[in-house]
């Protein structure tokens, strides 16, 4: 009886890939770590959370994004990271900066020991809410990445995990 | 509900406008304090309009969202107007792709523009140069 819900979302295809040379960055947020190493922060206070979204903000800056892009990414972190520390009951957000095709891309993986999501599709929807969100967080943070993958047990947990890429 | 916790934004009063503006950090408790704070000045002040920059704000997400809606339509039951004044461009093209329009919070480009819309002028302005 085990249920497991996963959806897994790809709103545009990811851009064509044009080779430049990969630009290796050091490190990604504030924390160190090398490209493609995840760098994991905690998410369990309301402290977390800011310091999540400063890392976040560091990453994308890092790894090239535009100012819009920067917005977005930050904007969908803040929203799993909050879904995390409300509905997860605390958990981990890493960071990972990925090289593909000569592209560049910010994986985000928000992570949880929750209760779980017991419908992903009505989670997903506008207006959605079981807490104290206007009910946008899981379909708009969808909408403000590229790839969007969720991966929820009840009882076990939800794992969020969404990618943006660059525009170059 | 525990002791008042000061929200660290000062606000204001213009003639019958408060103005004051959200901090790029708004965790829950400084938002439930700020909402606390300003209901309170409105309710004492009766001012016919509320001014609030966002101008500092990096991000909407849908907490702070909800945290504005909340304000504007609280200051409407006590007979004040809300301006939200100055979002950042970025922030305004994410809103709308989260899915979030803010409606019924009337906005304005600037903090000065959301005060004209409130009826305050500044008329000792002198008149630009290569104006007709």
């Known amino acids: 009886m085990k249920m497991t819900d996963e959806v897994v979302a790809t709103r545009r295809s990811r851009p064509a890939s044009r080779p430049t040379p990969d630009p290796v960055g050091p490190s990604i947020g504030v924390s160190g770590g090398p490209s493609g190493t995840p760098v994991v922060h905690e998410v369990r206070t309301e402290e977390d959370l800011l310091v999540v979204r400063h890392a976040v903000r560091a990453a994308t800056l890092e790894c090239g994004f535009s100012l819009i892009d920067q917005t977005r990414v930050v904007t969908a972190a803040s929203e799993l990271a909050r879904n995390t520390y409300i509905h997860g009951g605390g958990g981990t957000m890493s960071l990972e900066r990925l090289n593909r095709h000569g592209r560049t891309g910010l994986l985000l993986v928000a992570r949880d020991e929750g209760p779980g999501i017991e419908d992903v599709e009505q989670a997903l929807e506008d207006g959605y809410t079981t807490g104290a969100g206007l009910g946008h967080g899981l379909g708009g943070a969808r909408r403000l990445m590229h790839e969007f993958r969720i991966h929820t047990e009840p009882g076990v947990g939800t794992t969020v995990s969404a990618i943006r890429w660059t525009e170059r | ?132």
């Open chain 2, 1 to 132: 509900m525990s002791a008042p916790v000061p929200a660290g934004v000062p606000i204001l009063r213009l003639g019958n406008v408060l103005v004051t503006g959200l901090l790029d950090e708004l965790d829950d408790k400084t938002a439930r304090a700020f909402t606390d704070e300003l209901t309170e000045r409105i309710a004492a002040d009766g001012p016919a309009g509320v001014l609030i920059d966002i101008s500092r704000l990096e991000i909407i997400d849908s907490f702070v969202a909800r945290t504005l809606s909340e304000l504007t339509t609280t200051a409407r039951l006590l007979g004040a107007r809300v301006v939200v004044a100055g979002m950042r461009p970025p922030v305004a093209i994410t809103l709308v792709e989260l899915g979030l329009a803010l409606e019924g919070v009337e906005t304005a480009l600037t903090a000065e523009r959301g005060m004209q819309a409130l009826g305050w002028y500044h008329g000792s302005q002198p008149p630009e140069r290569g104006t007709r």
